[in-house]
C-alpha cells in the first residue's frame, strides 16, 4: 500500500473498530441510523474541518472556525428576519468566508505575523462581531429552512442521510478535486513541506498561502451555513470552541499540523470518530459530557503517538 | 561551520548599552498602546487615575486593572519560557480549571489548607510534566502535544468534581482567600504575589544560566545540543515551569469564586496570554523570553477590558475593540506594514 494512506488506513481502521465495538455493547447501535446521526449532527464541523486542512497542509492553522459557524448563523437569521431568502443570505456569507479567510492570509503572508495569533484576532472578531448583533438566538422561519432541515435520503437499515450530510458529501468531493487535482493544490502541499524549497520552485507564495485561508474562511462559512439550517436558529455562541474539535479532527484524520502532509479525506473520518466517540458516551447513559473530553483527549493522544513511532513522516511526504 | 552556528545561537548575556537600547525600543510598542488606551480612559472617565485608600486598603481603576490582570500576567509569565522554548503550551486554561477543582476536592475532604495549596501547584507541575514529556521525548509538536490536556483537561475537572459528589463544588477557605483577595497592608496580596513570582523567574531566567538555555535551545535546537546545551532537559523544563504559573492562576481564580468550575474557569486565558507574550513583542518561533514586556502585554489586554467596561460601552463591543488593538499592535510591529503605511503617507502627499 502506498505509504501516504497508511494514516488514513489507520484512521478508518479505529473508526470502524469503535463502531463495532460499540454495535458490541449497545443493543441497536449498529445501524445505518446511528450512521447518519453522527453524520447529520457533525456535518457542520467537518465542513468547517475539512477547509481547515488546507490551511494546515499549507503549514498555518485556522482558529478563526468556531466564531465563523456563530457569525454566519447569526447573520442568515437577521437576514431571514429582514426578509431575505435564506440561499441569498447563504451566499453572500460564503463569499464573506472566502474573503474574510483571505484577508487572514494576506496578514499573514504580508505582515509576516504567525497565523496563530492573526486567526485569534479573527477569533475574538467575529465572536464580537455575533454579541454585537444581538445576545440571543434568533430563529430561522423561512419555509425553506424548515423543508432543509427537515430533508433526508433514506438509507437501507432504517437510517435517513440528512440533507447537512449531503451537503458535506459534496463539500469533501470538491475539497478533494481541488487539493489532488488541480496545480492549486499541489503548490499548498510544496509550500507546507518545504517553504524555501517551493519558493525557488516558482509557486506563487502569496496567492497560494491566501488561497488556502480562503478555502479555510469559505468552509467555515459553509459549516455555518449548515448549523444555522440544521437548527433553524442563529445563536451568537453557537460553534464556540469548534475549532478544537476541527483542528482534533484533522489530526486524527492524519494531517500533520507541521503542514505538507494529509489527505483531505482523512478529516471526514477523524470527524466521525469525534462524533461516535460522543454516541458511544451518550449510548451509555451513566456517563457524561466529562468522559466525553477525557476520551476525545485520550485517543488523541493515542493516536498521535502511534503515528510519531509508527510511522515515519518524512516518507509520507508527498513528492519528497 | 558547525562551531560558528552554535556559538552565534547563543545569545550574549553581558548588557551592552547596545542592547539596553534594542530592550528600551522593544518596549515602546506595548508602553505606547498602554499610555494610548489610558489616554483615552482619562479624556472619557473623569477622575480614572484618582486612587484613594478605603477600609485601609488601596482602591482605584489603576489598581483595579492590575489586580485583575495578574492571574493572566502569571500564566503569560510561564507561556514566555515555553513560547521562548520554541514551544507553547494551549493547555494552561485546563491548568487552571483541574487546579481548582483539587482544592475544592481537598477542601472537602478536609485536608490543611496549607497543603491544599501544594496539592494544587503539585498538579500544576504534574500537568507540566505530562507536556514536557511529549514535547521533549516523543518529540511532538507543542500545538498538538498540549491540544491534548487542553481538550481532556476540563473533563477531568469536571471528573474531580464527581469524586465527592460533585453537587456542591462551593468552599471557603481563610488562607486561600487571604493569597487571593485578601491585602497586605494597603496592597492586595495578590499583586505582592505576582511581584514575587515575576522576581523569581527573573531571578531564573537572568541570573542562571537556565534562561540562556531555554533561549539557545529555541534559537536553535540543534546548535544548542551541539555547544553542549541539553535542549530536551531544557523544553522540558520550560513545560514544567508554565504548568506551575497556570496552577497558581488556577489558586487565585479558584480563590476567588469560592468555588470550582472546570467548564468555565479560566477559559481563553491560554489565548489571552500568549498574546500578553506576542503584545510583549516575544516571537512564536522562539528564542527570546521578554518577562518585563510580557507583564505590560497582559496589563494592556487587561487596561482594554476594564477601559470598555468603565467607558459605558456596552459589553458586547469588548472582544470587537479587543480584536482591533490587537491587530493594531500586530501591525505596528509587522516591519512590512509599517513600511507600506509610511509609502502611503508619503505617495498622498506628492
Not at chain 1, 110 to 133: D, H, K, N, S, W
Amino acid at each position: 500500500m502506498n505509504e501516504r494512506y497508511r494514516p488514513l488506513a489507520a484512521t478508518a481502521t479505529v473508526f470502524v473498530a469503535l463502531f463495532v465495538a460499540g454495535g458490541l455493547l449497545y443493543d441497536n447501535f449498529f445501524s445505518t441510523l446511528v450512521l447518519g446521526d453522527i453524520l447529520a449532527d457533525n456535518a457542520f464541523v467537518i465542513v468547517a474541518a475539512i477547509g481547515t486542512t488546507f490551511v494546515i497542509i499549507s503549514g498555518g492553522i485556522d482558529l478563526s472556525i468556531g466564531s465563523m459557524i456563530g457569525f454566519v448563523g447569526v447573520v442568515i437569521a437577521n437576514l431571514d428576519a429582514a426578509g431575505w431568502h435564506p440561499l441569498v443570505s447563504a451566499g453572500m456569507t460564503l463569499a464573506f468566508g472566502a474573503a474574510f479567510g483571505a484577508l487572514q492570509g494576506l496578514v499573514v503572508d504580508f505582515c509576516e505575523i504567525q497565523p496563530f495569533i492573526v486567526t485569534l484576532a479573527g477569533l475574538f472578531l467575529l465572536r464580537g462581531a455575533c454579541f454585537m448583533i444581538n445576545l440571543d438566538s434568533t430563529p430561522i422561519r423561512h419555509p425553506f429552512v424548515e423543508a432543509f432541515a427537515a430533508a433526508s435520503v433514506p438509507l437501507p437499515g432504517g437510517g435517513f442521510l440528512a440533507s447537512s450530510a449531503i451537503v458535506m458529501f459534496v463539500a469533501l468531493a470538491a475539497a478533494i478535486v481541488v487539493a489532488h487535482f488541480t496545480a492549486f493544490g499541489a503548490d499548498i502541499y510544496a509550500i507546507g513541506g518545504d517553504r524555501t524549497s517551493a519558493a525557488l520552485m516558482g509557486v506563487p507564495m502569496r496567492r497560494t498561502v491566501v488561497g488556502a485561508y480562503a478555502v479555510g474562511g469559505l468552509y467555515s462559512a459553509l459549516g455555518g451555513v449548515i448549523y444555522a439550517f440544521y437548527t433553524s436558529s442563529g445563536y451568537p455562541l453557537a460553534g464556540t470552541g469548534a475549532e478544537l474539535s476541527a483542528i482534533a479532527s484533522v489530526v486524527l484524520g492524519g494531517t500533520m499540523l507541521t503542514g505538507g502532509v494529509g489527505l483531505v479525506a482523512g478529516t471526514l473520518i477523524g470527524g466521525m470518530i469525534l462524533g461516535l466517540i460522543a454516541t458511544l458516551i451518550n449510548f451509555n447513559g451513566s456517563l457524561n459530557g466529562a468522559w466525553i473530553m477525557v476520551s476525545s483527549g485520550a485517543l488523541l493522544f493515542v493516536f498521535i503517538v502511534l503515528q510519531r513511532t509508527l510511522i515515519a513522516p518524512s516518507r509520507l511526504r508527498i513528492g519528497g | 561551520m558547525t562551531t560558528d552556528g552554535a556559538m552565534s545561537a547563543l545569545p550574549q548575556t553581558k548588557r551592552s548599552p547596545r542592547r539596553v537600547g534594542v530592550a528600551a525600543r522593544r518596549i515602546a510598542w506595548p508602553a505606547l498602546a498602554l499610555a494610548l488606551i489610558l489616554a483615552v480612559d482619562g479624556l472619557i472617565t473623569p477622575g480614572f487615575f484618582s486612587i484613594r485608600i478605603v477600609e485601609g486598603r488601596l482602591f482605584g481603576n489603576l489598581i483595579d486593572i492590575l489586580y485583575r490582570a495578574m492571574p493572566i500576567a502569571v500564566v503569560a509569565l510561564g507561556m514566555s519560557v515555553v513560547i521562548g522554548a520554541k514551544g507553547v503550551d494551549l493547555s494552561v486554561g485546563s491548568v487552571v480549571a483541574i487546579a481548582g477543582a483539587v482544592i475544592a476536592w481537598r477542601i472537602h475532604r478536609g485536608d490543611p489548607h496549607l497543603l491544599i495549596l501544594f496539592w494544587a501547584l503539585g498538579v500544576g507541575l504534574l500537568c507540566g510534566v505530562w507536556n514536557g514529556l511529549l514535547v521533549a521525548a516523543l518529540d511532538i509538536q507543542p500545538i498538538v502535544a498540549t491540544l491534548i490536556l487542553m481538550t481532556s483537561g476540563r473533563g477531568i475537572g469536571l471528573m474531580i468534581n464527581l469524586l465527592y459528589g460533585g453537587t456542591d463544588p462551593s468552599f471557603s477557605s481563610p488562607l486561600l482567600q487571604f493569597l487571593s483577595v485578601g491585602h497586605l497592608g494597603l496592597v492586595p496580596t495578590r499583586l505582592v504575589l505576582g511581584a514575587v513570582i515575576f522576581a523569581g523567574l527573573w531571578l531564573l531566567v537572568r541570573r542562571t544560566a537556565f534562561g540562556m538555555f531555554v533561549e539557545a535551545a529555541g534559537e536553535n535546537a540543534r546548535a544548542a545540543e551541539l555547544s553542549g546545551v541539553q535542549a530536551r532537559l531544557v523544553r522540558f523544563a520550560s513545560y514544567v515551569v508554565c504548568g506551575l504559573c497556570a496552577a497558581w492562576a488556577g489558586v487565585v481564580l479558584t480563590a476567588d469564586t469560592h468555588t470550582s468550575d472546570p467548564v468555565s474557569e479560566g477559559l481563553y486565558i491560554e489565548l489571552d496570554a500568549i498574546l500578553a507574550v506576542v503584545i510583549g513583542g516575544g516571537s512564536l518561533s522562539g528564542g527570546r523570553i521578554y518577562l518585563g514586556a510580557t507583564v505590560l502585554g497582559a496589563v494592556v489586554i487587561q487596561a482594554l477590558t476594564t477601559s470598555i467596561l468603565t467607558s459605558g460601552l456596552p459589553p458586547e463591543y469588548n472582544l470587537v475593540v479587543k480584536a482591533a488593538v490587537v491587530i493594531a499592535v500586530l501591525l505596528l510591529q509587522s516591519k512590512n506594514a509599517r513600511g507600506l503605511a509610511f509609502s502611503l503617507a508619503r505617495g498622498e502627499k506628492r
